[in-house]
């Protein structure tokens, strides 16, 4: 951390208006990089880590890389004529446990990782179960999304994630979103030596501001129940759904 991230982090942990150690946070590393290999966005996800366990909530990293992901929306594609082995449901466990989800991507050609885009994908794929109050199964949890890169795209990537996020039923702070961009073209990357990326005040305020909202927000649907399930319980409603369809949206 910065001298400044450090001496503002340290002032704010101390008097935090809640506590917040029942709160799990789950960060999907959507890095092209297999553990161990290193991976600059888990960089700027170490620093967001550090002042989530300051108040005491739990974290943990995953790399949906390490695992084999099939393509397609099905809960278990190994249970389908397509594919032999799926990892998901192993991930997609972490996933329901979590208050608080931060997808994490590097930026390749203006664009989310295509890890990051196949991780969307399956958690689409569980859109149509839904919670204990009829709700979509992803209402009450928080989401906001840590972005690096050396080329254009940290905000073209964070609209598209956080639209995502919401569209499945994720309630998203203000500030949702945070990264880091080096010189544009083939520049040092956020933990490159001299990059200047760990250092950055900019970066490491918006980090900040993401963790504490995040904090927030979750602390908040926790406490209230959730969001009412007054006028949002999709079972009230037909929708045009067909014999064989999970969804109306479900049709790709």
């Given at each position: 951390?910065?001298?400044?991230?450090?001496?503002?982090?340290a002032?704010?942990?101390?008097?935090?208006p809640?506590?917040?150690?029942?709160?799990?946070?789950?960060?999907?590393?959507?890095?092209?990089?297999?553990?161990?290999?290193?991976?600059?966005t888990?960089?700027?996800?170490k620093?967001?880590?550090?002042?989530?366990?300051?108040?005491g909530a739990?974290?943990?990293?995953?790399r949906?890389?390490?695992?084999?992901?099939?393509a397609?929306?099905?809960l278990?594609?190994?249970?389908?004529?397509?594919w032999?082995?799926?990892?998901?449901?192993?991930?997609?466990?972490?996933v329901?446990?979590?208050?608080?989800?931060?997808?994490?991507?590097s930026?390749?050609?203006?664009?989310?990782?295509?890890?990051?885009?196949r991780?969307?994908?399956?958690?689409?794929?569980?859109?149509?179960?839904?919670?204990?109050k009829?709700?979509?199964?992803?209402?009450?949890?928080?989401?906001?999304?840590?972005?690096?890169g050396n080329?254009?795209?940290?905000?073209?990537c964070?609209?598209?994630?956080?639209?995502?996020l919401?569209?499945?039923?994720?309630?998203?702070?203000?500030?949702?979103?945070a990264?880091?961009?080096?010189?544009?073209?083939?520049g040092?990357?956020?933990?490159?030596?001299?990059?200047?990326?760990?250092?950055?005040d900019?970066?490491?305020?918006?980090t900040?501001?993401?963790?504490?909202n995040?904090?927030?927000?979750?602390?908040?649907?926790?406490?209230?129940?959730?969001?009412?399930?007054?006028?949002?319980?999709?079972?009230?409603?037909?929708?045009?759904?067909q014999?064989?369809?999970?969804?109306p949206?479900?049709?790709?």
């Amino acid at each position: 951390m910065s001298d400044q991230l450090n001496e503002i982090t340290a002032k704010q942990c101390k008097n935090a208006p809640a506590a917040y150690n029942d709160l799990k946070v789950l960060f999907l590393n959507c890095t092209l990089n297999r553990t161990p290999i290193l991976s600059h966005t888990e960089g700027l996800i170490k620093k967001a880590q550090a002042i989530f366990e300051s108040v005491g909530a739990s974290t943990k990293i995953m790399r949906p890389v390490d695992y084999t992901i099939p393509a397609g929306l099905g809960l278990d594609m190994s249970k389908t004529d397509e594919w032999d082995k799926d990892d998901w449901p192993l991930i997609q466990k972490e996933v329901d446990a979590c208050d608080i989800l931060i997808l994490c991507t590097s930026v390749w050609l203006g664009e989310k990782s295509s890890v990051c885009n196949r991780t969307l994908e399956r958690m689409y794929g569980y859109t149509h179960q839904f919670n204990s109050k009829g709700q979509y199964r992803d209402y009450d949890k928080v989401g906001a999304t840590l972005i690096t890169g050396n080329e254009d795209g940290v905000k073209h990537c964070a609209m598209n994630i956080l639209f995502s996020l919401s569209h499945i039923g994720y309630t998203v702070p203000p500030q949702a979103d945070a990264g880091w961009m080096g010189e544009a073209g083939p520049g040092p990357s956020y933990m490159d030596e001299g990059s200047g990326g760990p250092e950055n005040d900019f970066t490491n305020r918006n980090t900040s501001f993401l963790v504490w909202n995040c904090l927030h927000l979750a602390r908040m649907l926790k406490d209230n129940g959730g969001i009412p399930a007054f006028g949002n319980q999709p079972n009230e409603w037909q929708a045009g759904c067909q014999a064989g369809m999970d969804s109306p949206e479900h049709k790709g």
